[in-house]
């Protein structure tokens, strides 16, 4: 079952911070996150396993809460390049061959 | 290293024509993934191989079929193509363990 992102779409201006959730009524494995800009290939931000871990990537981090199968993106301080679609993708189970099923997408506008 | 190699980048088929979406990647991966995403949406998984030889069916294979001869390539054919086809379909390779998927660039697909 596809995970539910929310929300749907924010707009920042320059140097604001947005929190992006993905939540699975599944037992996850692992959320990926990537992020896809207009016409362009997905890309790869961070991986979260199963344990709660927190990961960062400069001014972008993520948290997995393994009780509500819940994965948080954090961006701070944002930036123009930050605009873009932010998908996770959720992995149920550590065999499942890297089979990702991903949310709908989070539509992410920084205004100067 | 070019990474996740799609061909072509564009293309327009007629209802009822058939055509192969190559892939290639140079990563020695030995996962494999093809997704389509349509306008606004997430990415849904087509088919996926774990290896040479193997193949298995994802979320919608319906009207697709694959085949995997060797560890580089995954071709994607269309047997006879309907409207509902219309899409961005992307090609994705991963190595082993807690890794993270690498897009090609996309194949955009009309048909007519």
């Known amino acids: 079952q596809q995970p539910v992102q929310s929300p749907q779409a924010v707009i920042l201006r320059e140097g604001e911070d947005a929190v992006i959730n993905c939540s699975s009524s599944k037992a996850l494995y692992s959320v990926h996150w990537y992020r896809q800009k207009h016409g362009e290939a997905p890309v790869f931000l961070m991986i979260l396993l199963k344990g709660g871990e927190q990961k960062g990537h400069e001014k972008i981090s993520a948290s997995f809460n393994e009780k509500k199968q819940q994965s948080s993106l954090y961006l701070t301080a944002s930036q123009l390049s930050y605009s873009g679609t932010y998908f996770c993708g959720t992995e149920i189970g550590g065999t499942s061959y890297g089979k990702l099923t991903f949310g709908q997408g989070t539509i992410l506008t920084v205004h100067p | 290293n070019a990474g996740v190699t799609q061909t072509p980048k564009f293309r327009i088929l007629k209802i009822g024509q058939s055509m192969t979406l190559q892939c290639t990647q140079d990563?020695?991966?030995?996962?494999m993934y093809w997704y389509r995403q349509d306008p606004g949406m997430g990415l849904k998984l087509i088919y996926y191989?774990?290896?040479?030889?193997?193949?298995d069916k994802g979320e919608v294979p319906n009207g697709y079929n694959v085949s995997r001869s060797t560890t580089e390539d995954f071709p994607l054919r269309l047997e006879l193509a309907a409207p509902s086809q219309t899409s961005v379909y992307f090609c994705a390779s991963k190595g082993a363990g807690n890794q993270p998927q690498h897009f090609g660039d996309g194949t955009r697909l009309s048909i007519l």
């Open positions: 990563m020695n991966h030995n996962y």
């Open positions: 191989s774990v290896g040479a030889g193997i193949t």
